[in-house]
């Protein structure tokens, strides 16, 4: 048998496979509202097949935990640790993208087995790259006039012309008061992703589909405050009109998920998952004031700094705004460009005011993290490695295990690892020297010094009530899955290797993850073959150049979304 046929053998050998994402879908939602009968697709795949829990990178952010979808390998093995990464020989980052997962992702092993793969939405994907079948870019990503927004490359222009105006971000920005505006865009949006994907799956088959949408991760930061009485600030009188504003999504995600299942039958496997969970979040923590309380970051004496400390320190502009909205003339901010008012915003208590001469930690990204100012690794480190640096960290880990809540007094941090006691792999270096939790993810980070707050403690940026929890979801179903097993101990790395294996393509034994054969029928737990060493990290070239239109557009969304600080 030639190559060409023996791709084809390996082809026909097995169902096809849909692997369908809701980012930051939890049970803690779901659960009760399968058992009162209002997602019922999700309950009918729940009843056939398989399902459980799944945990998350040890930091659950998109970027890092889609990596490890797609790759089965941790963050220390692909790259990815957050939607930034540090510049070499810099305190700057840039925003992450494809060419930064150093991994092998899904895509390349199907493509190897003769199996055509569509990619649809997937966060942080650009730009596309070649491969057979079809990519989409999702979130964060330029607008699809960009050369590189999809595969094959006019891919964009025909679904326009064949589906409407592409779009893949929602357009109207959540504030409290317009609640109904944006919800009605995040349903509009969903609305036209169900029928670019029924145009691809007509117009582009392929054997594989990785079909991602971000809807329910977008509500949950916004609209988690109008699900909870208790949430702090609650107005029963209007919030309680937008307590199934959530619910509404999901069952339009829950729609699709029957239709999808209808389309295919039951000679298909599924497999849908999330990145994470959620839950609430009632404020922000500035990690570098505290830093900065306990003096291990210090800010520059000049006057420059001291003007912009006192600026901060006494809410200057908020004050000024605020009495200008007073007078009626709140708009007046509109008349400057939003570039020169995030120059402005963003100048003050920035990075440039660190005194990186006597700082020896400071705070970046998404949830807990701090990094060491590290000789030989930042430009300006005073840190060296070995026992200096251990003092250090062990430092830092006890004083933010004595850190008290300034309310409660309950312990504030919580699940406090060193980087190697959460990952491990060549790309380590690109971790925070110690990640945490702030109270069990009720409260995020801010980048921001927080000068104008009355402590450590804030409110929540960009109004999110919602944030990221380490538990998400995975039900299964299909001529490959049992009925009635529950998942236990699964974590996200174990997904590529799952679906691997449900495919007919042989896995590779030195992924981080595994296939969740607990969940396989007798048969399809017999089909399973492991070759050795076949993960492989990617060469080590250089990334993809975005140009500064890209990185501009691409760093706007991301703010927009809150995901920046």
Known sequence: MGTESTLKAARDAAPGLVVLGWDAATWDLLSPWVADGKLPNL??????????????????VSPAAWSTIITGQNPARHGVFDWFARKAGSYDVEYVHTGQIKARPVWEYFNAAGKRIGVFNLPMLYPAVPLDGFMLSGLAAPEASSSGFA?????????????GPFWHAETEVYRYGRERAYLQNVLDLLEYQKRVVDYLIQKHPCEVYLLVFMQADHMQHKFWRYLDSTYPGYDPEYDAQFSEAILQVFQALDDHLGDLRARFGEDTNFVLLSDHGGGPVHGIMYINRWLHEIGMLHLRSNPSTRLKFWVAKTDLIGKAYRAVSRLGLGKIANLVSKPARDKVLNSFMSFDDIDWARTKAYARGAFGQIYVNLKGREPGGIVSPGEEYDQVVDQLMAALEKLPHPETGEPLITDIHKKADVFDGPYIEGAADIIFSIQDYLYQSSVKMGLDSEGILGKSEYEDSGGHRPDGIVVMSGPGIGKGVSITGAGIADILPTVLALAGVPVPDDLDGRPLMEAFTDAQRGSVRFVSGESGALPDTATPELDSDELAEIEDRLRSLGYLG
């Open 43 to 60: 309950a009918r795949m729940m009843e056939s097949g398989s399902y459980g829990p799944i945990r998350s990178t040890a930091l659950p």
């Open 151 to 163: 595969y094959p490359r006019g891919l964009a222009v025909e679904l326009t012309e064949n589906v």
